[in-house]
């Protein structure tokens, strides 16, 4: 029995491995077939492990997520909380752009709306809103969901030009001044 739970961990990390390496070459539709041949596994034994293509993108974008909930936490401690705020949002957005998959893994969905990405981003830039709420720096109503998902929507559009990270920041930049003068 043991030996079955230790080859089970040794499938998940090699399986994680190789998806990880098969994310960052093909983006958030890496074919799951290829990984489980990569990984001299059976396709059954990645679905096994990750049941949907959003747990294996999540379990694939675990050390992005966590970076970017310790880069909030480190921002709390700035003294301008509109500055802080959308430096973090900058890097949410930069991330998006450069890790591949992220954006898909971050993304509400329909059915569940939240997954584990969103919902550890969402408790790590609370803070950082509600101070900036507090401060009057920000809109009112505006939810940490709201600016995911504008990370989320400038990674997805900017994916397929030439400099997608020049372009994403344009936008982002656009999105917070505004298009009025």
Not at 12 to 17: D, G, I, N, Q, T
Not at 52 to 69: G, K, N
Not at 84 to 101: I, K, P
Not at 115 to 129: F, I, T
Request: with cysteine; glycine share 8%.
């Amino acid at each position: 029995m043991a030996d079955q739970r230790a080859d089970a961990r040794r499938n998940y990390a090699r399986v994680l491995s190789v998806a990880e390496e098969e994310v960052a070459t093909h983006g958030a539709g890496a074919s799951l077939e290829q990984i489980a041949r990569i990984a001299g596994v059976g396709s059954a034994t990645v679905r096994r492990h990750f049941p949907t293509r959003r747990a294996l993108l999540e379990a694939v974008s675990h050390q992005r997520i966590a970076a970017l909930c310790a880069r909030a936490e480190e921002l709390l401690g700035s003294d301008d909380s509109r500055t802080a705020l959308l430096e973090w949002l900058g890097d949410v957005v930069a991330y998006c752009v450069t890790a591949r998959g992220l954006a898909e893994a971050i993304a509400y969905d329909g059915d569940t709306h939240k997954n584990s990405c969103s919902a550890a981003l969402e408790d790590a830039g609370g803070p950082l809103l509600d101070r900036a709420a507090q401060d009057g720096a920000v809109t009112a109503g505006v939810t940490v969901e709201d600016l995911i998902t504008v990370a989320v929507g400038i990674s997805q559009a900017t994916a397929h030009y030439p400099d997608p990270a020049a372009r994403a920041d344009h936008l982002l930049q656009l999105t917070i001044t505004g298009v009025s003068p």
